[in-house]
């Protein structure tokens, strides 16, 4: 069975937000949840130019039980992720969310908005859950990148969507003068050129000449689109292995590079609040 609780709005607005972003990418989701690590989300796009991926610790709800009656580690449901979206986007503000799925008894996932006040009321929805066979792809941890940016999300979002203007190929260009972000085609062109200094973090592997790197303008945008996420966004970019793109859902939510294997390991796979996207 699995039972989940938020209360919080901000968080409920991101819950929200990834379901709305679940719902473009496609139309079924598989669910693992464990009473260990919460729930993990992994889907790639119709189109399958990325992946998304969401990571989300008991810490994070309010509350949060998870306990499969079947004896299994896991606990995995498939759900549509358009009827879920619906259903989320009517919640009202002040309203808590609580869901609840019982494996024994029940082929469908509940969810209630609670009364907050006199103009609320409490609302309960059963959402049906489906069988069908979806693939996960293992991703590797502590993938070494060539270039790890931390930039603000606003600033992103808003560049990115005008070097689309120009051409739906971005080219990224990085060395020690910081990052440079252009875009040419039939409207003309776009250059923009952002200092180190100008950047949260900013580290790149010695080179003797630039890194450049190259990506789609629509699927960029459609990543950068995540608004409720949080204010900056982590860019980790290397030629080899496709682009990962990082939201940090909690602050508090921190990985170092300095840290010796065993952190890091740790910090990859167990500390979450993550919600990362591979273009």
């Not at 260990?36 to 992946?51: A, F, K, L, P, V």
């Not at 309010?62 to 259903?87: M, R």
């Amino acid at each position: 069975s699995i039972q989940f609780a938020l209360t919080d709005e901000t968080k409920l607005n991101q819950f929200t937000e990834i379901f709305d972003k679940l719902a473009v990418a496609n139309d079924y989701v598989n669910i693992i949840s464990t009473s260990e690590h919460g729930i993990y989300i992994q889907r790639m796009n119709s189109t399958t130019s990325y992946i998304f991926e969401t990571r989300l610790q008991p810490s994070w709800f309010t509350e949060y039980h998870c306990k499969n009656l079947q004896g299994d580690d896991n606990i995995n449901i498939v759900i549509n992720t358009g009827i879920i979206n619906k259903i989320l986007k009517m919640r009202k503000p002040d309203q808590p969310l609580l869901a609840v799925w019982n494996n024994s008894s029940s082929d469908k996932l509940s969810f209630t908005f609670e009364a907050g006040n006199k103009t609320l009321f409490t609302t309960e929805f059963a959402c049906p859950l489906f069988d069908v066979i979806i693939d996960t792809l293992e991703i590797p941890v502590n993938t070494v990148h060539c270039v790890d940016i931390l930039i603000s999300a606003d600033i992103l979002r808003q560049q990115v969507s005008n070097l689309k203007f120009f051409d739906n190929n971005i080219q990224i260009t990085c060395d020690d003068d910081g990052l440079r972000l252009s875009s040419k085609g039939d409207n003309g062109s776009m250059k923009v050129s952002i200092n180190p200094e100008d950047l949260e973090e900013f580290a790149l592997i010695p080179t003797d000449k630039p890194l450049v790197f190259n990506y789609n303008a629509e699927h960029f945008l459609e990543i950068c689109s995540l608004k409720t996420m949080g204010e900056q966004v982590y860019l980790h970019l290397s030629n080899s292995i496709p682009m990962k793109i990082e939201y940090r859902l909690d602050p508090s939510t921190e990985t170092t590079e300095d840290s010796d294997e065993e952190e890091e390991e740790e910090s990859d796979t167990v500390d979450n609040t993550l919600t990362k996207t591979y273009a």
